[in-house]
């Protein structure tokens, strides 16, 4: 049995509903692993399933799905980014207005982690903006989740490149933060989480070892051992330093998702 994740690789609930909805039907979907070029089969039946981990900017037309995966008594929950960022950042396909509407509707029947992540830093999106930002994400959140994810850009080469070529001498530059700006940063996001009662967690290995937040863990058994009372030998698989996920298989196709968002680690492009 494995746990699948739908997907780092892209954003399935935005955009490929349709394709997830038939390799359940058909119980098994193959993927292509990058290292060799093979494709592999994972089941996706109720019985080779632990629970599926979703993550999406946006589950607004995926909703029927998720319904009929709790009507077959599969397993899951979402984690659910959203970063209230100008379209010049992230050009999603539905307004930020809509998508928090959406958080807040799913909260009321499933388990959501919220992602506030990447932290993106520039002139236009500054300490100031992310501040007011959170905090105005957190309020409204305020009683739906209990866990918050926030992590900041990890400068990957070629995201630094593609941010270089986006933005080079305009407001939305990319600002390096020293360590002790990060750590400046993640105690005001915290002390706004504590004050509406939610967990901030990061993958952060930097902010896990120099501020109170705990190690997050985006893949987590224990959500499917608390929803089962089963107990689930697996361990953590990290994907990067700092990552504390529990093993999982992931699903779906790089290169390939439609958000737009500049920072974006899975598009090559």
């Known amino acids: 049995m494995n746990i699948i994740s739908v997907s780092r690789r892209t954003d399935v609930p935005s955009f490929f509903a349709k394709w997830f909805l038939e390799r359940l039907n058909q119980g098994f979907c193959q993927v292509l692993n990058p290292f060799n070029g093979k494709d592999n089969l994972v089941s996706l039946k109720e019985e080779d399933v632990i629970g599926f981990v979703f993550w999406s900017k946006n589950y607004i037309l995926f909703q029927d799905i998720l319904e009929l995966l709790r009507e077959r008594k599969y397993k ?10 100008p379209k010049k950042i992230e050009n999603l396909t539905s307004s930020n207005e809509d ?11 499933y388990t959501i982690f919220w992602r506030y992540d990447p932290i993106y830093v520039s002139r236009e999106t500054d300490f100031d903006f992310h501040i007011k930002n959170f ?3 957190s309020s409204i959140f305020q009683g739906r989740v209990n866990r918050v994810i926030i992590n900041f850009i990890q400068e990957y080469p070629k995201v630094i490149r593609k941010l270089n070529n986006s933005f080079y001498n305009t407001p939305y ?5 020293s360590p002790e700006n990060k750590i400046s940063f993640a105690e005001e996001l ?18 896990q070892k120099n501020t109170l937040i705990e190690k997050s863990r985006c893949v987590d058994k224990t959500i499917f051992e608390n929803q089962t009372g089963e107990y689930y030998n697996i361990k953590s698989s990290p994907t990067f ?3 504390s996920c529990h093993k999982s298989v992931d699903i779906g196709f790089y290169n390939s998702c439609k958000n737009g968002c500049v920072y974006c680690y899975a598009m090559n492009k």
Not at 99 to 109: D, F, H, P, Q, V
Request: positive net charge; proline residues 0%; hydrophobic residues 35%.
């Open 190 to 207: 915290k002390k706004i989480a504590d004050k509406r009662g939610m967990r901030l967690t990061s993958c952060d290995e930097f902010l």
């Open 173 to 177: 530059e990319y600002s390096y933060l």
């Open 99 to 109: 998508i928090a509407k959406n958080l807040i509707k799913l909260s009321a029947e």
């Open 241 to 243: 330093k700092g990552c």
């Open 76 to 85: 899951f929950y979402l984690n659910y980014t959203v970063n209230n960022y």
């Open 135 to 137: 905090d105005f994400l």
